[in-house]
């Protein structure tokens, strides 16, 4: 499987994020009318009354409404797929070198610390920002190494992105390096929807410890309120 070098524009987008959430608390949620219009996110970390370790959104983003193709070949509505169900959304790439295979394999490890039952109870999705080369096949092979019951998309990026910009969540077209690695770039965090109403109530930052997923898991399985 090919691999990039991390860069410096992948390193920005993380480390943007993080200093934006430390400085300002605030995420900005873009709306999906592609006008560039945007209004402030609140974010309150580690709210003192939350059970969560995980950092509670003040607003709570609209699951997107996003159609894309499964590891099977199928189609897949991410709505209603997921209608009902925790469901932990990231969106990366399969020959990214550093922050997808390690937050998705911190996830696939705090996973399965968890009950048969409570893992029913959970979708953890993965939308691919390199359509071109994750292939569903190649989204299956590479997601298998970290959950089999991980649901991976791919297909058109300008859905991919147009979805992704709704959640304030930056993707950019991926570039050929003149090695012939390719780099796609973007942000990095994991939100998580709550069954209760679908909506995004929880973020993971890039470099979120699995110490933190072992102990939110079992709470986003019974779907308590953050």
Same mark, same amino acid.
């Given at each position: 499987?090919?691999?990039?070098?991390?860069?410096?524009?992948?390193?920005?987008?993380?480390?943007?994020?993080?200093?934006?959430?430390?400085?300002?608390?605030?995420?900005?949620?873009?709306? $999906?009318?592609?006008?560039?219009?945007?209004?402030?996110?609140?974010?309150?970390?580690?709210?003192?009354?939350?059970?969560?370790?995980?950092?509670?959104?003040?607003?709570?983003?609209?699951?997107?409404?996003?159609?894309?193709?499964?590891?099977?070949?199928?189609?897949?509505?991410?709505?209603?797929?997921?209608?009902?169900?925790?469901?932990? =959304? /990231? /969106?990366?790439?399969?020959?990214?070198?550093?922050?997808?295979?390690?937050?998705?394999?911190?996830?696939?490890?705090?996973?399965?610390?968890?009950?048969? &039952?409570?893992?029913?109870?959970?979708?953890?999705? /993965?939308? $691919?920002?390199?359509?071109?080369?994750?292939?569903?096949?190649?989204?299956?092979?590479?997601?298998?190494?970290?959950?089999?019951? /991980?649901?991976?998309?791919?297909?058109?990026? &300008?859905?991919?992105?147009?979805?992704?910009?709704?959640?304030?969540?930056?993707?950019?077209?991926?570039?050929?390096?003149?090695?012939?690695?390719?780099?796609?770039?973007?942000?990095?965090?994991?939100?998580?929807?709550?069954? $209760?109403?679908?909506?995004?109530?929880? =973020?993971?930052?890039?470099?979120?410890?699995?110490?933190?997923?072992?102990?939110? =898991?079992?709470?986003?399985?019974?779907?308590? +309120? +953050?």
């Amino acid at each position: 499987m090919p691999r990039s070098a991390r860069t410096p524009r992948t390193a920005r987008l993380a480390g943007a994020a993080a200093v934006a959430l430390a400085a300002a608390l605030t995420l900005t949620a873009c709306g $999906s009318d592609g006008g560039g219009s945007s209004s402030p996110a609140k974010v309150v970390q580690q709210k003192p009354d939350s059970p969560y370790e995980g950092t509670v959104l003040g607003k709570n983003f609209e699951k997107p409404d996003l159609q894309l193709t499964d590891t099977s070949g199928q189609p897949y509505d991410l709505r209603q797929k997921t209608n009902g169900k925790t469901t932990l =959304l /990231f /969106f990366g790439y399969t020959s990214c070198p550093d922050v997808c295979p390690t937050t998705m394999g911190d996830i696939g490890v705090a996973m399965k610390k968890l009950s048969a &039952e409570e893992r029913q109870k959970v979708n953890v999705v /993965f939308v $691919s920002t390199d359509p071109q080369r994750d292939t569903p096949q190649v989204l299956r092979a590479w997601l298998d190494s970290m959950g089999s019951d /991980f649901i991976g998309l791919t297909g058109d990026l &300008e859905k991919v992105k147009a979805a992704a910009k709704t959640l304030g969540i930056l993707i950019e077209d991926p570039v050929t390096n003149a090695d012939g690695t390719v780099t796609s770039t973007h942000g990095a965090q994991v939100l998580g929807f709550l069954p $209760s109403d679908d909506k995004a109530h929880l =973020l993971y930052l890039s470099g979120t410890e699995v110490k933190t997923y072992e102990h939110d =898991l079992p709470l986003l399985a019974k779907g308590v +309120a +953050a």
